[in-house]
């Protein structure tokens, strides 16, 4: 006894299977978690670290290779790169997919505690966390006041808001724009200084020596215990300048006669501006592996909070939320779906011409959808953008089986069986032909799953969505559409208007149609030349098209980054930054942008600038558009250079330009010679827009040579004159200062004035250690002028260098890079250059190998599949060859649309495998039954099975097609992305559905040699 014959006998037990799927479906919806994707990104530990004053080159060969060489041995990394730069250091390690990311980052603080014996002395301690240090911020906040001064503000932004921020689960960093934090600057006067023979080298021993606050033991007796401790005296510049720290001739030299004392920013040269007002911005960085939305509000709820208690006169809100997007393409995706649900129906209606006939499917949709909710829960996914993509486009499979099912009960309750008996033998019939297109769509999933790269992680939620709304649906078709069949048919004595004019135009399509397939039955080698020459077109269109990641999207914000040179001063770089504002805030004034956000300065030194656009429906501009616009815009600009980027997609972190080619070797000598070869020649492709590479050579640098020998017989450690430059030249921080139960840095420099040129050099003394005389700077050392790199880059422990570039209109990201590594062959030894890619390049590659293999493993599975349900090898072949079909249509589909082949086309073509393959079994299926139940031969149980099964084939296709089609006609957030995979598939589809009826008939034939015994079709009753 077959599922459908269950349910006619047991009606209300098939009711009550299906409202058990739903309130499962109900209970997961409420338990379900939002986020904008699947969690792709990788567990990312960084490792940052401070040495004031150390040049790049000392950073990578003192610090950056020495963290390396002891974090290379931890379990599971995927790659590891380091950053050098002048005084600061980072070393990113990026783990497996799997790796748990609190485990990996305690390896890596383990590590870090080992490399600490190797580091420089007075180095500041490693600083580790859970965050990719090339993550952009995911809301930016602003802080504004009438009244303080911005020192001030930034004091009580790391006073009162900071803290409460960084608690928050998810946030990985809180980035201070703008941050002038307080400190006691210590200005050094190298005239005073050398006048009364003090050195920085006594000012710093005197601050260290002095600034103190000890425990000076207790006092013990028999009822009570007092601790004593020693306060400091200093604590504002008054105190500071009182100091004494050298004795002269009897009398004592204090720290106000050779420097100026203030409370002043520890790092003056920076710059946030909020719509063309300085604030305060406090960046939110998210964890490498939180959830976005989550972030949002729980931001938000705390800084509701936070507002309550600052005090009058201040103002804090958010200026830029890239959270915004997920929340509008979740709410496009959900009025997408309600569109195809309409959809489908009104196709469902169109082909039965019965209100009653069209309720039954209809309502296994509800149950098919709200029954896979309890899948996603089952399996641990959540819902996000895929997932609810994954529904619209089961809204028109989940409706399939149901069809079939009905089509058939419907047809024999016409020719006057009871609807009991009609039911049960109708889904007896067809039962085999449900199991096996389920099964098959199911199974063209299963490769996505087994993936371990990026595809795999992203879809595999969406495939096990659909794969679980189809079991689901299968089950509700077998069970639902009988028991309600049972109930709701009946046979109509006189069929409606709408009913008759349905009738009349099926029956004239099918006349037509048998005629049409018996023509190409009859001509097989027609037929099966149409098969290899749409295979052929297929692999042509394939190679046409351009590739990418995933297609631009519109995500409703952008960056714009500006390089005004190596060595530019800050004034320099912050007058191009407000060229760039004023441009900017023109688009506030025309409504195109919401927020302009001017940063300078600060932890990042690159001027740029954060870009918060309107609503999508408030502007006609496309954030695409905007790019170009402000990209030739920075180029234009004299003396700078530039370019203007979209955040990544899918809940990426990171981003960048598209082209990141590295070339690693074995110093930067070489690295640098082979750059500008690639750079030259790739300057000849216009594909190419703003070729750029992160090591340049061009920053002055002054080499400082010491005479040791000179140095030795005066008596002045090496040693010494280093620690001297750093603190007059470099800035040190040498103790630190108590206000209002914050600590606050000292930092001792020369005044700006007497560090601006080489000569300022003279006039700068270091003590002695043998006669503790003071020694003049200038006999000790000889200064060489030279440029030099500004940043030093490892990758994968070897020194590389990146060439990056954005891409002219019409370049695909696949093209620069096959033209790229061209040329390297050409221009680069092999062996000793060793290419890779970085980015979304990386990502690209990595994704076009794992889609191709998915496909063809998608392609066996299926066809192993339809070999274990039908005994035969010859049945699947016939199916398969649908499959070209499909394919050749959606490539198709995206040329006509100038779209891309990318992460999404790519899994609307695995789909395809499985959607095209339906219409296969369902034909071929039913022709075998009638051979081999009603004695019919070859050939005419293909005419007989195409004819029958032409009204199921119709609308299980454009159910799905329909399904699709609010896809490709969706605007909003996201729609960029919708719109491919809609196209894949209704353009799949179509073109599919329309061959396989008139090209399978006639490939059955030649697949199912003729035998004796077969009588011809005119002479059986069509019943089963």
Not at 119 to 145: C, F, H, Q, T, Y
Not at 334 to 340: G, S, V
Not at 561 to 579: I, S, W
Request: cysteine-free.
């Amino acid at each position: 006894m077959t599922l459908s014959e269950l349910a006619v006998r047991r009606p209300l037990g098939a009711l009550v299977l299906n409202l058990l799927l739903v309130v499962f479906g109900l209970v997961a919806l409420d338990r379900l978690a939002v986020r904008e994707a699947p969690d792709i990104n990788p567990p990312v530990v960084t490792v940052r670290t401070t040495y004031t004053g150390a040049s790049a080159a000392v950073m990578e060969a003192r610090v950056s290779r020495i963290v390396e060489d002891h974090l290379a041995g931890i379990e599971a990394i995927k790659s590891l790169s380091s950053a050098s730069t002048d005084g600061r250091s980072t070393v990113r390690v990026e783990f497996d997919p799997g790796r748990d990311i609190d485990a990996a980052a305690n390896d890596v603080r383990d590590r870090v505690n080992r490399a600490l014996r190797d580091l420089p002395d007075g180095i500041d301690a490693p600083e580790v966390a859970k965050v990719d240090d090339n993550a952009d911020e995911m809301m930016w906040l602003s802080l504004r006041s009438d009244s303080l001064d911005p020192m001030a503000l930034s004091d009580l932004a790391d006073r009162l808001v900071v803290d409460r921020l960084t608690a928050i689960d998810g946030v990985g960093r809180v980035n201070l724009g703008g941050e002038r934090r307080p400190a006691l600057r210590v200005w050094l006067d190298r005239t005073a200084m050398a006048a009364r023979g003090v050195t920085a080298g006594d000012v710093e021993e005197a601050l260290r020596r002095e600034n103190l606050e000890l425990p000076a033991g207790r006092l013990e007796s028999a009822t009570r215990t007092v601790t004593m401790r020693m306060e400091r005296v200093y604590a504002d510049p008054d105190a500071f300048a009182r100091l004494p720290v050298a004795t002269r001739d009897g009398a004592t030299v204090r720290l106000g006669e050779v420097a100026l004392v203030e409370v002043a920013p520890a790092e003056p040269n920076v710059l946030f501006r909020a719509n063309g007002r300085n604030t305060v911005g406090l960046g939110i960085v998210a964890q490498s592996r939180a959830n976005v939305l989550e972030v949002s509000r729980a931001v938000r709820a705390e800084l509701d909070r936070i507002v309550a208690e600052l005090p009058g006169g201040l103002s804090i809100g958010v200026s830029y939320d890239s959270s915004l997007f997920v929340e509008n393409a979740l709410r496009e995706v959900l009025i997408t779906l309600t569109i195809a649900v309409v959809l489908v129906v009104a196709v469902i209606l169109l082909f039965l011409g019965s209100g009653r006939a069209t309720l039954i499917p209809a309502l296994t949709i509800p149950v098919s959808l709200i029954g896979g909710l309890a899948a996603v829960h089952l399996f641990g996914f959540s819902i996000n953008i895929l997932t609810l993509l994954a529904f619209v486009l089961a809204t028109g499979l989940v409706v399939d089986d149901a069809i079939v099912v009905l089509e058939n009960i419907w047809r024999r309750i016409e020719r006057g069986e009871p609807p009991a008996e009609a039911a049960a033998r109708g889904g007896r019939q067809v039962f085999f032909a449900v199991v096996a297109t389920s099964a098959v769509l199911v199974a063209v999933f299963a490769p996505i799953g087994l993936q371990q790269g990026d595809t795999g992680r992203l879809f595999v939620e969406f495939a096990l969505t659909i794969a679980g709304t189809v079991v689901v649906s299968s089950v509700a078709a077998l069970t639902l559409v009988p028991a309600l069949s049972v109930w709701l048919l009946r046979r109509r004595a006189a069929p409606g208007r709408v009913q008759r004019a349905v009738d009349r135009g099926f029956g004239g399509l099918e006349r037509g149609y048998r005629r049409v397939v018996t023509a190409m039955v009859d001509r097989r080698a027609l037929a099966l030349a149409g098969f290899a020459g749409i295979a052929a077109l297929a692999v042509v269109a394939y190679r046409a098209l351009p590739q990418e990641l995933v297609p631009p999207e519109d995500r409703g914000g952008l960056f714009v980054l500006l390089d005004t040179g190596p060595g530019t001063g800050f004034d320099y770089a912050a007058g191009y930054l407000d060229v760039l504002e004023r441009a900017l805030l023109a688009h506030v004034e025309e409504g195109t942008v919401a927020n302009v956000l001017a940063v300078a300065g600060g932890w990042r030194p690159e001027p740029r600038a954060i870009v918060a656009l309107s609503d999508w429906r408030d502007r006609d501009v496309s954030q695409q558009e905007l790019v170009a616009e402000l990209s030739a815009f920075v180029r234009s600009l004299p003396g700078t250079s530039g370019f203007a980027r979209g955040r990544p997609s899918l809940g990426r972190q990171g981003g960048g330009r598209p082209v990141q080619f590295v070339i690693g070797g074995p110093s930067y000598e070489d690295l640098a010679v082979w750059r500008d070869r690639i750079l030259e020649r790739a300057g000849e492709n216009p594909g190419l827009v703003g070729l750029d590479s992160d090591y340049e050579e061009r920053r002055p640098q002054l080499a400082v040579a010491v005479d040791r020998e000179r140095a030795a017989e005066l008596g002045v450690p090496v040693q010494a004159v280093g620690a001297t430059l750093q603190t007059l030249f470099g800035s040190r921080t040498v103790t630190t200062f108590l206000d209002r139960g914050e600590e606050y840095d000292v930092i001792l420099q020369l005044r700006p004035g007497d560090r601006a040129a080489p000569r300022d050099l003279d006039n700068v003394y270091v003590r002695s250690a043998a006669t503790g005389a003071a020694i003049p700077l200038s006999n000790l050392v000889a200064l060489t002028e030279e440029a030099g790199p500004d940043r030093l880059n490892r990758f994968n422990r070897m020194r590389s260098v990146t060439i990056s570039a954005g891409l002219a209109p019409g370049y695909s990201l696949g093209e620069a890079l096959e033209y790229l590594q061209a040329l390297a062959r050409e221009e680069l030894p092999a062996a000793s250059a060793r290419l890779d890619t970085r980015g979304e390049a990386r990502e690209f590659l990595e994704t076009r190998a794992e889609g191709v293999y998915t496909f063809a493993l998608a392609l066996l599975i299926a066809f192993l599949v339809l070999t274990a349900q039908f005994e035969s090898l010859r049945l699947p072949v016939g199916i398969m060859l649908t499959v070209p079909l499909a394919v050749t249509g959606a490539l198709a589909g995206l040329w006509a649309a100038g779209m891309s082949l990318n992460l999404y086309s790519q899994i609307g073509l695995i789909m395809l495998v499985g959607i095209a393959a339906k219409n296969g079994i369902l034909m071929l299926e039913f022709a075998s039954r009638l051979e081999e139940e009603e004695g019919l031969d070859p050939r005419s149980a293909a005419i007989e099975a195409a004819a029958v099964r032409l009204r199921p084939v119709l609308m299980t296709a454009l159910s799905t097609a329909a399904g699709a089609v609010p896809l490709v006609i969706s605007t909003g957030a996201g729609s960029e992305a919708r719109a491919v995979i809609g196209v894949v598939i209704l353009a799949g589809i179509g073109l599919a559905t329309v061959l396989t009826l008139l090209l399978l008939p006639a490939v059955y034939t030649m697949l199912r040699p003729r035998r004796a015994g077969r009588v011809p079709a005119s002479s059986v009753r069509p019943a089963e």
